[in-house]
């Protein structure tokens, strides 16, 4: 089992509207957490990073909110725009592994007009 | 003005073959990685290098030899491609291995193997 799962898979909403995406992970001790913004035939984009004592950091449109009581972390989206349509992955940074970043599987966001 | 790029895009290549993939930064950064996403769309950490030095090597079958002639590249050869391999590769970059630092991906290479 990965140590970064997220939900939903993929979502559907209208332009206009916020969503909420999840992420929960087993990885401890971790570092910080950060989630990342992959467009299709790209490379993830960072758009926040929390440490492991912070509860939220916003980013435009974007806010992460962390709960390292009970690893879990969210991204809410609000006001979508159809160029938020993208795959969003969160990432958690392990400490006793090199510092090395693992990855969920990504939530496939799609905004429609 | 491409901070981290990745050559080839696309490469579509026989199995058995030996290709490679470069791979450039000009962020001053020291530390360099090559991470594969499969199928699923997972991303996992190959190799990472710092100053020219490795210091993360995953789990990857020989067959993969990462190269860094000097810290603002890394390149990637594959010999005896297998159909396994057929995924996407990308490479990224940080001022420092330390965990906190930011790291920026490249574009990706789609490595197709038939």
């Known amino acids: ?113 | 003005d491409t901070a981290v790029s990745q050559t080839p895009k696309y490469l579509v290549t026989q199995m058995g073959n030996d290709k490679s993939i470069k791979c450039e930064q000009n962020l001053g950064h020291d530390t360099m990685y090559w991470y594969k996403q499969d199928s699923k769309k997972f991303l996992k950490i190959m190799f990472s290098y710092n100053n020219k030095e490795l210091i993360i090597n995953e789990t990857v079958p020989n067959r993969f030899s990462p190269k860094s002639p000097d810290k603002a590249h890394l390149n990637l050869h594959i010999n005896s491609l297998e159909l396994g391999d057929s995924a996407v590769y990308f490479c990224a970059s940080s001022q420092s291995p330390q965990g906190f630092y930011e790291q920026y991906f490249g574009p990706g290479t789609r490595l197709t193997v038939t």
């Open chain 1, 1 to 113: 089992k990965n140590q970064v799962e997220q939900s939903p898979q993929s979502l559907i909403i209208l332009e206009g509207k916020n969503c909420t995406l999840q992420c929960n992970y087993t990885v401890s001790p971790f570092s910080n957490l950060r989630w990342y913004k992959q467009d299709t035939g790209r490379g993830p984009v960072s758009l926040t990073i929390m440490t492991f004592s912070e509860n939220t950091k916003s980013n435009g449109r974007y806010t992460a909110t962390l709960d390292a009581d009970t690893k879990q972390s969210s991204l809410h989206i609000t006001a979508s725009q159809l160029s938020d349509s993208a795959s969003y992955i969160c990432v958690v940074t392990q400490v006793n592994a090199g510092n090395m970043l693992t990855f969920g599987g990504g939530t496939r966001l799609m905004v429609k007009p």
